[in-house]
């Protein structure tokens, strides 16, 4: 029922900033939590940072005064903002729904690869 696509990753420098963006189509928008996560080559899928429907926003300790995840019900997009960036950022950053007015229902968007590197 809904579909979420990621886009803004590539190659950035250490130090250097990138904002990715999400893109939400076939619900509610207002209804969902939205999450980035993120998973480094050989290592465990990691939350990096969560916005309520309310707009309340939860960030993991590596994310933390780094990151800023924000949502635009409008546009039915939701962001992260990423600067100071780190070679252990390296990643494919994935978006993810929860919740939406029948559920609670999950979704994963596609990833989008995030290479932070001089």
């Known amino acids: 029922q809904v579909q979420l696509v990621e886009s803004g990753g590539g190659l950035v420098q250490p130090g250097g900033s990138l904002r990715l963006s999400c893109a939400a189509s076939?619900?509610?928008?207002?209804?969902?939590?939205m999450k980035w996560y993120r998973q480094a080559h050989g290592k465990q899928r990691e939350l990096v940072a969560s916005i309520t429907s309310g707009g309340s926003t939860v960030y993991a300790d590596s994310a933390q005064g780094r990151f800023i995840i924000s949502r635009d019900n409008a546009k039915m997009t939701v962001y992260l903002q990423m600067s100071s960036l780190k070679p252990e950022d390296t990643a494919v950053y994935y978006c993810?729904?929860?919740?939406?007015?029948?559920?609670?229902?999950?979704?994963w968007g596609q990833g989008t690869q995030v290479t932070v590197s001089s």
């Open positions: 993810y729904a929860w919740g939406g007015p029948v559920g609670p229902s999950e979704y």
């Open positions: 076939g619900g509610i928008f207002r209804f969902y939590a």
